[in-house]
C-alpha cells in the first residue's frame, strides 16, 4: 500500500534546491574544465553540445567536470554511466532535484520530478491511463486525426516540423484531454506552448513581457482549467481519453489522487509527450526522405499489414491489434531516435558520495549522462553514423550493452508513454507513406541539439502522390 508520506506535494520539501552544491575545492581531482569567468562554458555548449562532449571525452575520459549555467556539472559518460544513474541500484541519484530547477516553475510534480516513494506511488495509479482498453481509443482517435491532416496537407513542399507539431498539439486535445479541435482546444494549445517555451527561456523570473510571464500566466490558465475539469469529470464519470482517466486514478490503497497533483501530472504529460514526439517523429521522416529504399520497406509493410487501399483508394487505418505487426517500422524509429534522441542528456543530484571511473564523486553534486554520445559511439555501435535500422534485430539488441540505447531513459524513470509514442508514430507512417513518397528538399537540414533537437529549417520536404 502506498503511504501517506507518498501523497505529499514536493513543495513541502523544498530544501534541497536552497543547499549549496561542492564547491571547486570539493571537485578538485576531477578532471575539466570552468571555462571563462562568470558564465563559464555555457556559451560553447549552446554552440555545439555535442561536440563539446566528444572534445570533453577525448580529452579528459568518461568522468569529467564542467562549469556552465551558474555552477558545476559532473558528467558521466557511456553505457555503464547510464546504467549507474538511470537503474539507480543504490537510490543515489535524484530526479527531481536534477530536473527541478529547470523545470520547477512551469511543471512541478511530474513525474519526472518525483523520486522513490512518491514517484512509485504515482506512477502506479497513472499507469491505468496506459492500459488496452484506453490505449484502443488513443489508437481510434489517433487513426482519425492523422488521416485526416495528412490528406489536408496535400501534395507538394511543406516544412514538416512546424506541421507536425500543430498537428501532435491537436492530437493531444482529443486523445489527451477527450475535447474537439476548435477554439477551446486552441486555447489550451496556445497556454501550453508559452508554457513550454519559458521552460527553456534565459530569464528565468516572470517579469512583464518576458517569456517567463507568459509561461507563468499559461500555466495559471490550465490550472485553473484542469481543476475545473477534473471535479467535473470525477462528479460525471470519466471518458476513455487520458485526461479522464488520471483524474480518476486511484492509489493501492483506494484513494484517489489530490486533484492539484492530477493537473500536475497532465501539465507535464503534455510536455513530455508533446515536443518528444515532434522530434522523434521528425527525425525519422529525415531519415525515411535520405533513404528511400528504407521508405519503400516501410511502405510496402504498412500496406501488407492494413490491407493497402479501400474501396475509394484511401489508406485503411491501422489497426490497434496490428500495432505489433510493423517490425520493419518500429526498427526504423528505433534507429531514428538512437541517431537523434529527443532527450539528449538527463541531469541527476547525488545524494550521497559514491564512486565511478575510478572517482569519487560528493554528495550534492549535479551529475549528467549523455545519451546521444552513447548512442553515437563506436565503442557500441558498427558505424554509428549510418541509418541502419536491422541494428535493432532481436540478436543484435541482445548482444549489445542494455544501456547503450536509452532514449526514453530507464530503471524507475522509464518513460511512462513509450508505447504511445511508438503507436502515434506508427499510425503516422501507416496514413502518410501509402499516400506520399517524401523526399528531400534543399539537402540535408542543420539540426538544433538543445534542449529537444528540431531542424533550424523546419524540415522542407515535398509530398509526391503514389
Known sequence: ????????????????????????????????????????????????????????????????????????NVAL????????????????????????????????????????????????????????????????????????????????EMRFYPAIKALTLDLAADSFIGIPWGPEADQINRAFVDMVQASVAPVRKPLPFTQMKKGVDGRAFLVDYFTQETHRRRAEGGGQDMFSQFATAEYDDGSLMPVDEVVDHMNFLMMAAHDTITSSATSLLWLLAKHPEWQQKLRDEVEAVTGGADAQGKPRDLAYEDLGRLDLTEMAFKEALRFIPPVPSMPRRALRDFEFGGYRIPAGTPVGINIHWTHHSDEYWDEPEKFDPLRFTPDKVKARHKYAWVPFGGGAHMCLGLHFAYMQVKILMAQLLPRYRVELVDGDPEWQAWPIPKPRDGLKIALKPL
Request: avoid cysteine; proline fraction near 7%.
Open 1 to 72: 500500500m502506498a503511504t501517506l508520506a507518498a501523497h505529499q506535494p514536493t513543495e513541502t520539501l523544498p530544501a534541497h534546491w536552497t543547499e549549496g552544491n561542492p564547491d571547486a575545492d570539493a571537485l578538485a581531482h576531477i578532471p575539466g574544465e570552468k571555462g571563462w569567468p562568470l558564465v563559464g562554458n555555457t556559451f560553447r555548449m549552446l554552440a555545439d553540445p555535442h561536440g563539446m562532449a566528444k572534445a570533453m571525452v577525448e580529452k579528459y575520459g568518461k568522468v569529467y567536470k564542467n562549469r556552465a549555467f551558474g555552477g558545476w
Open 77 to 156: 559518460i557511456g553505457a555503464d554511466a547510464n546504467e549507474l544513474v538511470l537503474f539507480d541500484r543504490e537510490k543515489l541519484f535524484s530526479s527531481e532535484q536534477g530536473w527541478g530547477p529547470i523545470l520547477d516553475q512551469l511543471f512541478p510534480r511530474g513525474l519526472m520530478l518525483m523520486d522513490f516513494d512518491h514517484h512509485r506511488a504515482d506512477r502506479r495509479a497513472l499507469s491505468i491511463a496506459f492500459k488496452p482498453g484506453p490505449m484502443r481509443h488513443y489508437a481510434d482517435a489517433l487513426n482519425r486525426g492523422i488521416a485526416r491532416q495528412v490528406e489536408q496537407w496535400g501534395a507538394g
